[in-house]
């Protein structure tokens, strides 16, 4: 089952082969995978509209190449969302990737690790 701070479009099914989740003390890795029907311009608008009513806050948002991709960020923790075409016996669908790991200065600073070498 998926977790209730991450909302999924109707229509939407995960796709268990593609999705884990972790969960400890400390952290959450959650990455989860949806297929669905839906146009991918849709899927953008319900999670910039969706996402905010479960806490998270708008980093990032842009579409590009038929890619479109959203950052959130909540407490200590960032959601990518990121909606492409999916391939394979499914291209004709929409496919969800969701993406939830605590933020660290790597994640929001890639090359940060240079500076300290």
Known sequence: ATVDDLPTPIGFG??????SHHEDADARRIKYTFHG???KPRVDRFYANQMPL???QLVERKASLGTYTLQFTK???RCDVRITTALGI???RTSIT???EPIDSDSL????NILTD
């Open 90 to 92: 499914a291209r004709n």
């Open 37 to 39: 029907r839906a146009a």
């Open 54 to 56: 479960k806490g998270w």
């Open 98 to 100: 969701v993406r939830v």
């Open 14 to 19: 995960l796709v268990e082969a593609l999705s």
């Open 109 to 112: 600073i890639p090359n940060l």
């Open 75 to 77: 407490n200590d923790e």
